[in-house]
Nanobody, 128 residues
């Protein structure tokens, strides 16, 4: 059974940092591009960051560039999201996602429909 389990969320003051982790299990994810999305109350789920299965390529939504870093450890089947200088408007449930397989080691994906597996989400609350 495939599972993605996020952790690392919590309550943080504006300007602070959090590191989210997502452990994938149930199959081999070494050829799986992965990503992070977030959904704030009353809003649609949005792409935050993506990483190719080789970790050669990364992609970010413009609003987090320079502050967030996505990374992937294929040995541990884990993807991370380091979030610095957090803002109150980034309060949301953060989800990790995995695409089943990709032939291109450099390809990242930003559409939720391109991912096959999802975690249950972890709440990030940024206070002002």
């Amino acid at each position: 059974q495939v599972q993605l389990v996020e952790s690392g969320g919590g309550l943080i003051q504006a300007g602070g940092s959090l590191r989210l982790s997502c452990v994938a299990s149930g199959r081999d994810f070494s050829r799986s591009p992965m990503g992070w999305f977030r959904q704030a109350p009353g809003k649609e789920r949005e792409f935050v960051a993506g990483v190719s299965w080789s970790s050669v390529s990364t992609a970010y939504v413009d609003s987090v560039k320079g502050r967030f870093t996505i990374s992937k450890n294929n040995v541990k089947n884990t993807v991370y999201l380091q979030m610095n200088s957090l803002k109150p408007e980034e309060t949301a449930v953060y989800y990790c996602a995995a695409k089943e397989w990709a032939s291109d080691s450099r390809q990242t994906y930003s559409a939720s429909s391109q991912y096959d597996y999802w975690g249950q989400g972890t709440q990030v609350t940024v206070s002002s």
